[in-house]
């Protein structure tokens, strides 16, 4: 079966840098995403990555290793405002979006 | 700058009651999907549209029925509601499925079922 895992929950304050990874083991691989969603809202894109390595995109940063079926989101000087669930998705060999149940995040101050 | 709109945005209904959900999309994609959002659970496709004219089944399919008559409008039906059926709907479109081309979601629709 398809399976996408991530942390249920995970604290961090307000200006420190928190690390959300990312394990899945899907049926082919044609990149994946991460998505941002405050609660009562819809997820918002924030990354996509196809190939291994970092891309960086201001505060937010996103890892992708294939050959482990890894990813990372990094998000660096936290604000308050980055309170929210984060959800990765990988498209597999279908291109159907195969999600993950999200991390929520919270920022104490 | 609309993007995807959803109707409507709460409903509550009785079990067996019918209703249909409403998506409209002005980016001009061809790729419109319904989801349903469950806590603790990650995003399930229901059914999607690869253009106009055009519907296929996804994960969770049973329950629900789908029409895409104009490319900007993507309608979800169901035919007789049950209780498992209260969730959040979330409709979603994109240019394409391949490279770089991200979903872009409606704000929800929150359905319970009694």
């Known amino acids: 079966g398809q399976n996408i895992d991530q942390p249920t929950e995970m604290t961090a304050t307000e200006g420190a840098i928190v690390q959300i990874n990312c394990t899945y083991q899907?049926?082919?691989?044609?990149?994946l995403f991460w998505y941002q969603q405050h609660a009562g809202e819809a997820p918002t894109f924030l990354s996509y990555n196809v190939l291994d390595g970092l891309e960086e995109k201001g505060r937010f940063s996103s890892f992708l290793s294939r050959s482990k079926g890894y990813s990372y989101l990094l998000l660096k000087e936290l604000q308050m405002k980055d309170s929210a669930s984060y959800l990765c998705?990988?498209?597999?060999?279908?291109?159907?979006?195969?999600w993950g149940a999200g991390t929520k995040l919270i920022i104490k101050p | 700058n609309a993007g995807v709109t959803q109707t409507p945005k709460f409903r509550v209904l009785k079990t067996g009651q019918s209703m249909t959900l409403l998506c409209a999309q002005d980016?001009?994609?061809?790729?419109m999907y319904w989801y349903r959002q469950d806590p603790g659970m990650g995003l399930r496709l229901i059914h999607y549209?690869?253009?106009?004219?055009?519907?296929a089944k996804g994960e969770v399919p049973d329950g629900y029925n789908v029409s895409r008559l104009k490319k900007q409008n993507f309608l979800l039906g169901l035919e007789s509601a049950a209780p498992s059926q209260t969730s959040v709907y979330f409709c979603a479109s994109s240019s394409g499925t391949g490279d770089h081309q991200p979903q872009h979601f409606g704000d929800g629709t929150r359905l319970s079922i009694l």
């Open positions: 998705a990988v498209l597999d060999s279908n291109y159907q979006l195969i």
């Open positions: 899907t049926s082919g691989f044609n990149g």
């Open positions: 980016m001009n994609h061809e790729y």
């Open positions: 549209s690869v253009g106009e004219g055009t519907t």
